[in-house]
């Protein structure tokens, strides 16, 4: 079992934006829905489509949002911790989707923000079975952001599961403040901006490289889209490992889904290169549903096709 721990969001999708003019216009769109998002719904439905078993830790508002957002993760985790908060509101976004899949979010804080984990919620989940620590969004979780977090990570470590952290981008967010987590990181999976910004580095390469000697045990992954992710692995050095063309829909949630499909390949024993192509591919296979991660099949019908891949890089070397 993997522990998802952090962000839940409602997410009100509206998609596709076409032609809209901005402010004072009016368009027409396909499709507006309320979907669950933020890191426990995004990465933990995602290893829950590839078999692994979750468990949830956050919390929710008592609203009809919240509500929406607990039934849906009841569909699919194996272990539901989520707390429902009294008199709060769900942690919201409306999420705009344009015509290339790109996407803005407008976001309401709540539930989320007022999240919390202790050290006896860790002994838990590892009695319980959790092999993995999975925590995000550091930055925007005010009860744990800083040094509650470094010694909630180092304690999860200490005792044998494996930890992985996100980050998501807002322009507001201490960015440096985040290095000193490094140490206490296994995996680290952020984006091109993340990265740098949380470096200071101008490239994927050297913010990877900041990010290992910094202090991240085993795997680092600077994603960039289309581009697909510079992959650093401790002790084996950098590869590029590109995205699978894809008519992309809607790029919301591919960053928890290449982080899912890492650590589905890492839960059935595979090598962190094969981790890092098993994320590309699922990252991949997400950004072309137009419901989020609707494509997305069992690691062992993946597997084939990412070993292909695996064959023909090592050839390639």
């Known amino acids: 079992m993997i522990s998802v721990a ?48 979750v468990s949830t830790l956050g919390t929710l508002g008592d609203d009809s949002f919240g509500m929406v957002v607990n039934e849906s993760i009841n569909r699919w985790a194996a272990r539901n911790r989520v707390v429902i908060l009294r008199s709060t509101p769900t ?40 092999r993995a620590l999975h925590v995000g969004y550091a930055g925007r979780l005010p009860k744990l952001d800083g040094q509650p977090l470094e010694n909630l990570m180092r304690f999860a470590r200490e005792r044998g599961a494996l930890t992985s952290l996100d980050v998501t ?40 490289s900041a990010l290992v000697e910094a202090g991240v045990r085993k795997f680092v992954a600077v ?17 590029h490992v590109p995205a699978l063309p894809v008519k992309v829909v809607d790029t919301t949630g591919a960053g928890d889904a290449f982080i899912a499909g890492v650590l589905a390949a890492w839960y059935r024993g595979f090598s962190w290169w094969v981790a890092a192509q098993t994320g590309a591919l699922v990252a991949s296979i997400a950004v072309a549903g137009s419901t989020r991660y609707e494509k997305l099949r069992t690691f062992e019908e993946l597997i084939p096709e990412v070993m292909q891949q695996n064959l023909e890089r090592r050839n390639s070397c």
């Open 169 to 208: 981008y807002f322009p507001d967010s201490r960015w440096p403040d985040l290095m000193s987590l490094m140490p206490d990181l296994d995996m680290f999976c952020p984006s091109l901006i993340e990265a740098t910004a949380i470096t200071g580095r101008n490239s994927a390469s050297e913010a990877a």
């Open 91 to 130: 942690t919201a976004s409306v999420v705009a989707v344009f015509e290339d899949g790109d996407r803005c979010f407008l976001s309401a804080a709540g539930a989320s923000e007022r999240f919390d984990l202790t050290p006896v919620d860790v002994s838990n989940e590892i009695e319980a079975g959790s």
């Open 6 to 53: 952090g962000t839940l969001v409602a997410d009100l999708l509206v998609r596709p934006i076409r032609n809209w003019e901005g402010k004072g216009h009016n368009a027409n769109v396909d499709c507006i829905e309320l979907v669950p998002g933020g890191t426990v719904a995004n990465t933990g439905l995602a290893l829950a489509r590839l078999g692994v078993p």
């Open 223 to 239: 994603t960039d889209g289309p581009n697909g992710a510079l992959v650093h692995i401790v002790g084996e050095g950098q590869e």
